[in-house]
């Protein structure tokens, strides 16, 4: 009788084990889900940021905005379901697809060689360079002047990895949120403040005192949604949403509603929109 009750408790307890593994699937694509389960659920999940205007952020009513957003709101309408939007930082957009806490990432992601390896890239929808926002006072037109001094940037960006890379004697000062960089640049706590130059024109227009004297730093990236590794049926879908809007012109839309305001005529459409997936 001990015996048969030690059989059953070593039955249970490997049940324990393997069920909870089995659940959740593979190690390298925890949570993936198809379109058809997406739709049968009603929801995507989508993460965006909450504080990077005029790309993802949340309005004065609460409400999620932008040209990651438009797009979103797009890829939920035609996917005939509803759409979550989660808050993420620029450090833990991979972690975070890969641990299967969304769906989608439509969080300015620029697209690089070493993300590739865990996440998967749909076609571009937007191409950008690197710029730097320093204050006019004492404007920062050349990386080199930066030496010694500290640029502010947020972990996990293209532009952390280009300064580790390229200007090691520039003192990087890092920060998890893009509110809390620029509140930083705001309090003088660097000599200037890299991101995409698409961000850094449009924070410059609305803060007087601050301009890009670096309007483009590196090579020309694409920014581009992102999924699962592996999640095959959600790329492609993905893609061929982004091929078809292109006969509607979709993201000139999308900046017209989202990015001119901010821009005006301070930079051209044409120039920071990519339709098809096409450069």
Do not use: C
Not at 43 to 50: E, M, N, R, W, Y
Not at 132 to 145: F, G, H
Not at 157 to 173: C, D, G, Q, S
Request: glycine share 8%; aromatic share 10%; hydrophobic share 40%.
């Amino acid at each position: 009788m001990k015996n048969s009750v030690k059989k059953i408790a070593v039955a249970l307890l490997a049940a324990m084990i393997v069920l909870p593994a089995f659940a959740l699937g593979s190690k390298d694509n925890v949570g993936a889900r198809s379109v058809e389960e997406i739709k049968k659920s009603g929801q995507i999940v989508i993460a965006v940021f909450s504080d990077k205007k005029p790309f993802g952020y949340v309005d004065e009513n609460g409400e999620y905005q932008g040209y990651d957003v438009y797009f979103g709101n797009r890829l939920a309408k035609d996917l005939g379901v509803k759409v979550k939007y989660v808050p993420v930082e620029a450090a833990n957009r991979v972690e975070y697809l890969v641990t299967g806490k969304f769906d989608v990432v439509l969080a300015n992601f620029t697209v690089t060689p070493e993300r590739a390896e865990k996440v998967d890239f749909a076609l571009p929808y937007m191409k950008v360079a690197l710029g730097v926002v320093s204050p006019d006072k004492a404007l920062i037109t050349k990386p080199e002047q930066l030496n010694g001094k500290n640029l502010i940037v947020s972990k996990g960006t293209t532009a952390e990895t280009y300064f580790t890379n390229n200007y090691p004697e520039v003192k990087l000062l890092k920060f998890d949120q893009y509110s809390e960089a620029y509140n930083a640049l705001l309090d003088g706590r660097g000599a200037g403040l890299s991101t995409d130059n698409t961000e850094v024109l449009a924070w410059a227009l609305e803060n007087p005192g601050f301009s890009v004297g670096i309007d483009s730093l590196g090579s020309l990236d694409t920014i581009a949604p992102a999924v699962q590794k592996g999640n095959k049926d959600l790329l492609d879908f993905i893609n061929k949403e982004i091929e078809g809007l292109a006969s509607e012109k979709f993201f000139h839309k999308a900046y017209e509603a989202t990015l001119r305001p901010v821009y005006g005529k301070n930079a051209d459409a044409d120039s920071l929109v990519v339709e098809g997936g096409k450069l």
